[in-house]
């Protein structure tokens, strides 16, 4: 039996209940426009085609780093390693120094790849699309890799490894 449903535009609803879908969780890189390093964190990535290989993800209207980063229109995907919930918390604050003690070396665009990464994916920007509350980012996706760590993933408030 389906139990009663709740009218969806309860935020606070709307919020537990996406909790409830297991996400990876990734930091999107790029280069500032004075070759600085810059990035955000996103749980909202998904691949999005094979033909072309296009990945997607959702930065916030209200992102700080994103709006930096887009003018080069290349970026970069860092698929966050299990023991890497450190550096997701770092680079979801509102600060400008956070590559501060953070090693990495540049993907072939020159966006960082962060060290021990389960995965990354050097992309150009092929579209970008109004989502409400975010940009919905689609990524033609130039170069990738892979490391040996499993991912770490977010799920119910919670962050783990797989």
């Given at each position: 039996m389906i139990p009663p449903g709740i009218h969806a535009q309860d935020p606070g609803r709307f919020r537990r209940v996406l909790g409830r879908f297991p996400t990876g969780v990734c930091v999107v890189t790029g280069i500032g426009s004075e070759g600085e390093p810059l990035g955000l964190a996103v749980n909202s990535f998904t691949s999005a085609s094979l033909d072309p290989p296009l990945i997607a993800f959702l930065p916030a209207r209200t992102s700080m780093s994103w709006p930096l980063i887009a003018p080069s229109g290349r970026f970069c995907v860092n698929v966050l390693a299990g023991h890497q919930e450190h550096l997701s918390r770092r680079f979801a604050l509102r600060e400008r120094d956070k590559f501060r003690d953070v090693a990495w070396a540049p993907a072939p665009s020159g966006a960082p790849v962060l060290e021990g990464v389960a995965a990354w994916l050097d992309c150009t920007v092929d579209a970008v699309h109004d989502a409400g509350d975010h940009l919905l980012v689609l990524?033609?996706?130039?170069?990738?890799?892979?490391?040996?760590?499993?991912?770490?993933?977010?799920?119910?408030?919670?962050?783990?490894?797989l």
């Amino acid at each position: 039996m389906i139990p009663p449903g709740i009218h969806a535009q309860d935020p606070g609803r709307f919020r537990r209940v996406l909790g409830r879908f297991p996400t990876g969780v990734c930091v999107v890189t790029g280069i500032g426009s004075e070759g600085e390093p810059l990035g955000l964190a996103v749980n909202s990535f998904t691949s999005a085609s094979l033909d072309p290989p296009l990945i997607a993800f959702l930065p916030a209207r209200t992102s700080m780093s994103w709006p930096l980063i887009a003018p080069s229109g290349r970026f970069c995907v860092n698929v966050l390693a299990g023991h890497q919930e450190h550096l997701s918390r770092r680079f979801a604050l509102r600060e400008r120094d956070k590559f501060r003690d953070v090693a990495w070396a540049p993907a072939p665009s020159g966006a960082p790849v962060l060290e021990g990464v389960a995965a990354w994916l050097d992309c150009t920007v092929d579209a970008v699309h109004d989502a409400g509350d975010h940009l919905l980012v689609l990524g033609r996706v130039e170069a990738l890799g892979e490391g040996e760590a499993t991912p770490l993933v977010f799920h119910d408030g919670r962050y783990g490894p797989l």
